[in-house]
């Protein structure tokens, strides 16, 4: 895909059918200098997780003209209601990741609301690390009128986000170990790190994707799955 100083590719897997409760979103803006980049991953799976991510796709569409990340999350959360949420049943929680990217400064924006944290692959170190030490917030639907944080981050040519739902980090190996952040971690780097600039994005992700289906010892996944690669153009 491409976006506004993007190149992007993405992998999303549902879990056991066609219907999942994972989002993406992407969106380019003001005259195609910026680009929106969401991601979404309502707990459950299956139909009832699906209705979940309809009506946060809904929302995005609502406030689309809002720019800021933070004041986004709030949005969201400030009229996220459930679809058919009956009073003292379960919430059904929604974790999000959001970022804007300017194309001419290359200014990376981003806010969680309790997602897992994106990695950065700095070109001129070649390695990722996470992105946002404390800004882990709460998902939506837990109180309204709650306060997101946002940090900032400039892309270089050549630089890199990998965005994912925790079904990626929370697989477990044939012994029940689960992978966790750090082994994800650990993974990416090891993909990446036998890759050639400037590699196919899409073999690269696919490449991190078998990793994990490796270390979980089977292709059959128990959550759904989205695996979405941005890298700065030239």
Request: aromatic share 8%; glycine share 12%.
């Amino acid at each position: 895909m491409e976006l506004p100083g993007l190149e992007g590719d993405v992998i999303a897997l549902p879990c056991g059918g066609g219907q999942g409760g994972d989002l993406y979103a992407l969106f380019s803006c003001g005259a195609a200098r910026y680009a929106r980049i969401v991601l979404a991953d309502a707990v459950g799976h299956g139909f009832t997780a699906s209705e979940v991510a309809r009506q946060v796709h809904a929302l995005l569409h609502r406030y689309e003209d809002i720019r800021d990340t933070a004041a986004l999350l709030a949005a969201l959360n400030d009229t996220f209601e459930p679809t058919g949420h009956v009073p003292g049943a379960p919430l059904h929680l929604t974790t999000v990741v959001t970022a804007t990217y300017h194309r001419d400064t290359g200014e990376f924006n981003y806010a969680y609301a309790a997602h897992p944290r994106m990695l950065f692959w700095q070109a001129h170190e070649a390695r990722w690390h996470p992105l946002g030490q404390g800004l882990e917030n709460f998902p939506l639907g837990v109180i309204a009128g709650e306060a997101y944080s946002q940090q900032s981050v400039r892309l270089e040519p050549g630089d890199m986000v990998l965005t994912f739902s925790d079904g990626l980090t929370e697989v477990d190996s044939p012994e029940g170990e689960q992978l966790g952040a750090k082994g994800f971690l650990r993974l990416a780097n090891q993909i990446f790190s036998q890759a050639s600039p400037p590699a196919s994005l899409h073999d690269v992700a696919g490449g991190l994707l078998g990793a994990v289906a490796a270390y979980h010892g089977s292709e059959r996944f128990k959550d759904d799955l989205t695996l979405l690669l941005l890298r700065r153009s030239s």
